[in-house]
């Protein structure tokens, strides 16, 4: 399983690593050269300071050096040498030479006036560097009138010991690379802090998910007053989805109510009326309408039956849709007919007002229908006897047809019942005793308009009059 913390650790750790790792390697190699540079800088400088010290005179080649001044030269364990030739000849060597009396320093063939840096094995078996010259040993202002110039020559070999220059290169590479991988450990430690800080907000999202009882109306997230910006929109939605689903369950638990509730009555009624007919099977009373009463008992379970799978069968996936152009205002008037053949005071009741003439649309017949059928059935049906049920075509400027159908109350109406009336087997309590109405046309309306994005809406202009309006797709 991938984890987010590990591979952010990784990405930003190994990116500054490399970047330090370059910059570390670089600044090594510039400080060992110039490290390196200063330390045959300073040989050269030793020995062109001692060749100063080499001068002709009368008597021939002089080398007027001192140990007092550079005592290095005589202490064997400094590891410092010089050996001087004058004309191919030994001519003066160091006092640390002295325990190799056997040893003689590199001597290599090279220009007049000339020099070269070698590495050497010195003669302590220690490493080191040389640096070799060949010159004319100089004459004293002094003498220049009386001793001619350039009558012999000198070579010049100083060697000193570099062991203590690479111990401390090694010394320097060693807190370098200390400095670098304690860099390193620092940045994933301060990272990894970062990390948890950033991912405790999550955490504790997480631990309040993992306790939360979606089944209890009153389990919810807590809301943070200080919320992180990349948190809060999770949060948000959660929120939202944890609402809309303790509302989903409620609507479920309520459903299972009222299904059980409308199934119960006639349920009842059979077993009573089967009970009085197994207690007095020769009462004329009871057996001479036995039969019918189950049979309309038994309908009744039908109709909800039937009306609860069309209510599930009014998915995308259930119902093939079948579109096809129609006239409207043809299409409605079949309904009617149609109604007619059950309440023989439809085509009374029911005032069609088309506001627009000879409109054809594409539309799903079988989903028109229904939908159609049911609010007018319903208008019908919690209306007063006899009053008008009006029913109106029209267009506004979204350019929608809209089918607005309007009709008288039998009784009030709050607006909470308002908002409940989409919602399957909700019945306003009076409604309860009826045999033919459920609370499922209206729902099932709802889920058609969904299916077919018609928009659906109710509403009331006044207290005695409730209008629903349904808006069909753009012409």
Same mark, same amino acid.
């Given at each position: 399983?991938?984890?987010?913390?590990?591979?952010?650790?990784?990405?930003?750790?190994?990116?500054?690593?490399?970047?330090?790792?370059?910059?570390?390697?670089?600044? /090594? +190699?510039? $400080?060992?050269?110039?490290?390196? /540079?200063?330390?045959?800088?300073?040989?050269?400088?030793?020995?062109?300071? &001692?060749?100063?010290?080499?001068?002709?005179?009368?008597?021939?080649?002089?080398?007027?050096?001192?140990?007092?001044?550079?005592?290095?030269?005589?202490?064997? !364990?400094?590891?410092?040498?010089?050996?001087?030739?004058?004309?191919?000849?030994?001519?003066?060597?160091?006092?640390?030479?002295?325990?190799?009396?056997?040893?003689?320093?590199?001597?290599?063939?090279?220009?007049?006036?000339?020099? !070269?840096?070698? @590495?050497?094995?010195?003669?302590?078996?220690?490493? =080191?560097?040389?640096?070799?010259?060949?010159?004319?040993?100089?004459?004293?202002?002094?003498?220049?009138?009386?001793?001619?110039?350039?009558?012999?020559?000198?070579?010049?070999?100083?060697?000193?010991?570099?062991? #203590?220059?690479?111990?401390?290169?090694?010394?320097?590479?060693?807190?370098?690379?200390?400095?670098?991988?304690? &860099?390193?450990?620092?940045?994933?430690?301060?990272?990894?802090?970062?990390? #948890?800080? =950033?991912?405790?907000? $999550? +955490?504790?999202?997480? @631990?309040?998910?993992?306790?939360?009882?979606?089944?209890?109306?009153?389990?919810?997230?807590?809301?943070?007053?200080?919320?992180?910006?990349?948190?809060?929109?999770?949060?948000?939605?959660?929120?939202?989805?944890?609402?809309?689903?303790?509302?989903?369950?409620?609507?479920?638990?309520?459903?299972?109510? /009222?299904?059980?509730?409308?199934?119960?009555?006639?349920?009842?009624? *059979?077993?009573?009326?089967?009970?009085?007919?197994?207690?007095?099977? #020769?009462?004329?009373?009871?057996?001479?309408?036995?039969?019918?009463?189950?049979?309309?008992?038994?309908?009744?379970?039908?109709?909800?039956? %039937? %009306? &609860?799978?069309?209510?599930?069968?009014? /998915?995308?996936? $259930?119902?093939?849709?079948?579109?096809?152009?129609?006239?409207?205002?043809?299409?409605?008037? @079949?309904?009617?007919?149609?109604?007619?053949?059950?309440? *023989?005071?439809?085509?009374?009741?029911?005032?069609?007002?088309?506001l627009l003439a000879k409109t054809s649309l594409n539309l799903d017949v079988i989903s028109f229908n229904i939908i159609i059928s049911n609010l007018i059935n319903n208008a019908l049906f919690y209306s007063p006897a006899q009053s008008t049920v009006d029913l109106t075509i029209t267009k506004q400027d979204d350019r929608k047809?809209?089918?607005? *159908?309007? %009709?008288?109350?039998?009784?009030?109406?709050?607006?909470?019942?308002?908002?409940?009336?989409?919602?399957?087997?909700?019945?306003? @309590?009076?409604?309860?005793?009826?045999?033919?109405?459920?609370? $499922?046309?209206?729902?099932?309306? %709802?889920?058609?308009?969904?299916?077919?994005?018609?928009?659906?809406?109710?509403?009331?202009? #006044?207290?005695?009059?409730?209008?629903?309006?349904? =808006?069909?797709?753009? +012409?």
């Amino acid at each position: 399983m991938k984890s987010i913390k590990k591979d952010i650790v990784r990405a930003i750790t190994i990116i500054p690593a490399i970047i330090l790792f370059s910059i570390f390697i670089a600044i /090594d +190699i510039v $400080l060992d050269d110039w490290v390196k /540079d200063k330390f045959d800088e300073s040989l050269t400088t030793k020995s062109n300071y &001692l060749k100063t010290l080499v001068e002709v005179n009368k008597n021939g080649v002089e080398f007027d050096f001192s140990d007092e001044f550079m005592p290095e030269f005589s202490n064997p !364990k400094k590891s410092q040498y010089f050996q001087l030739w004058v004309d191919e000849k030994p001519f003066e060597r160091s006092r640390s030479l002295r325990a190799f009396p056997e040893e003689q320093l590199v001597k290599q063939a090279l220009p007049i006036n000339s020099s !070269k840096m070698i @590495d050497v094995e010195l003669p302590d078996g220690r490493s =080191g560097r040389a640096i070799m010259s060949y010159f004319h040993p100089q004459v004293p202002k002094r003498l220049r009138n009386t001793v001619a110039p350039f009558q012999h020559t000198a070579f010049f070999t100083v060697t000193v010991s570099d062991e #203590d220059f690479s111990q401390a290169l090694l010394v320097l590479d060693i807190v370098f690379w200390l400095l670098f991988f304690t &860099l390193i450990i620092g940045i994933r430690y301060l990272v990894i802090a970062q990390i #948890d800080k =950033g991912l405790k907000p $999550l +955490i504790l999202l997480n @631990d309040e998910i993992a306790h939360l009882k979606i089944d209890k109306a009153t389990s919810s997230l807590s809301k943070v007053p200080n919320e992180h910006i990349e948190i809060a929109p999770i949060r948000a939605e959660l929120l939202r989805f944890i609402e809309f689903s303790q509302q989903t369950l409620r609507e479920e638990q309520r459903l299972s109510a /009222d299904i059980a509730h409308e199934l119960k009555t006639p349920i009842a009624e *059979i077993i009573s009326l089967s009970e009085l007919h197994i207690q007095y099977p #020769d009462d004329h009373r009871i057996s001479d309408t036995y039969s019918q009463d189950m049979l309309s008992i038994a309908q009744r379970m039908k109709h909800i039956v %039937n %009306n &609860l799978m069309m209510l599930n069968q009014s /998915d995308e996936y $259930l119902l093939k849709q079948q579109n096809e152009d129609v006239h409207l205002m043809e299409q409605i008037n @079949d309904i009617l007919t149609t109604i007619q053949s059950t309440n *023989i005071d439809a085509l009374k009741r029911v005032e069609v007002t088309n506001l627009l003439a000879k409109t054809s649309l594409n539309l799903d017949v079988i989903s028109f229908n229904i939908i159609i059928s049911n609010l007018i059935n319903n208008a019908l049906f919690y209306s007063p006897a006899q009053s008008t049920v009006d029913l109106t075509i029209t267009k506004q400027d979204d350019r929608k047809i809209y089918i607005i *159908i309007q %009709n008288k109350l039998t009784q009030p109406i709050s607006a909470e019942q308002l908002q409940q009336l989409f919602k399957p087997l909700y019945q306003i @309590d009076s409604a309860r005793t009826e045999t033919q109405h459920y609370g $499922l046309g209206l729902a099932i309306v %709802n889920k058609l308009c969904l299916l077919n994005n018609y928009s659906i809406e109710v509403s009331q202009p #006044d207290q005695e009059t409730i209008q629903f309006t349904l =808006g069909l797709n753009k +012409i």
